[in-house]
């Protein structure tokens, strides 16, 4: 899996925000409405791959204690800077989604903004899945979301072009349907003291499928008690480019899985 996001990191906010509003703010509502939905309770909960940091402290600043786990370094360095001289019940931690290890189980996991799609082998997103298992208390909770295959043909076969008044991005996307593999190169032109710095990163991601996700948590002790495509954009031409999953942990994994 890519542990990049260093040139970028310092970019992200304000590249998602290009789009209106940020991921984070726009599904947290979801979260809330499944939160209640499904009648979770505790208040401690780990962010996997929580990137900036933003959807951890908004669920802090509702009385969440929570632990935001990210393999990026950059990212990590975005999200300590925003909790800065807060008392917000937050800690960050720099780790791998499969070597997922927080310092005690939790009420609820959450991943989103397509995160575990970039684990590329459904024996990595495997892998995650039961780290999660382990990190959560029985009966705990496990909400994410992934890309829908139209997500990957509609937005991931495409170029495209962001300008600020200090740096731009470009994406050169594109999606092998028939490896299911989508890669986006990402060129950072940033305008650093009177002059041009390029920087680039690359991204990639896997579509899977609702049996194989589905499958896998079952194998990881959870069953699933919310699959839902949807449109989390105000634009319904879009399309369902996500998938909702809430799962819950039940009883043990299989001895050796």
């Not at 731009?168 to 950072?188: G, Q």
Request: hydrophobic share 40%; glycine share 8%; net charge neutral.
């Amino acid at each position: 899996m890519d542990t990049g996001y260093l040139n970028l990191s310092p970019y992200y906010d304000r590249w998602q925000k290009s789009y209106g509003k940020d991921f984070s703010s726009l599904i947290f509502p979801r979260l809330i409405s499944s939160i209640r939905s499904h009648r979770i309770s505790g208040r401690t909960m780990v962010d996997v791959a929580c990137g900036t940091g933003t959807l951890a402290l908004m669920m802090a600043r509702r009385g969440w204690e929570v632990f935001g786990v990210d393999a990026s370094e950059g990212m990590l360095a975005e999200a300590s800077g925003k909790l800065a001289g807060s008392s917000l019940p937050v800690a960050f931690f720099r780790q791998d989604m499969r070597e997922l290890a927080i310092p005690r189980p939790v009420h609820l996991a959450t991943s989103f903004f397509d995160s575990l799609n970039h684990l590329m082998t459904t024996g990595d997103l495997g892998v995650a899945f039961r780290r999660v298992r382990e990190s959560v208390v029985p009966g705990g909770w496990f909400i994410f979301d992934t890309s829908t295959e139209r997500c990957f043909t509609t937005l991931w076969t495409r170029s495209e072009t962001f300008h600020e008044r200090d740096f731009s991005i470009v994406l050169d996307n594109s999606y092998d349907r028939a490896a299911r593999s989508a890669i986006c190169h990402v060129t950072l032109n940033v305008n650093r003291d009177g002059g041009i710095v390029r920087l680039s990163e690359t991204v990639r991601e896997r579509f899977y499928t609702t049996d194989e996700v589905s499958g896998l948590l079952a194998e990881a002790a959870f069953t699933v008690r919310e699959c839902e495509d949807f449109n989390f954009t105000s634009n319904p031409a879009v399309g369902k480019l996500k998938t909702w999953w809430v799962a819950e942990a039940v009883g043990s994994r299989r001895p050796g899985a």
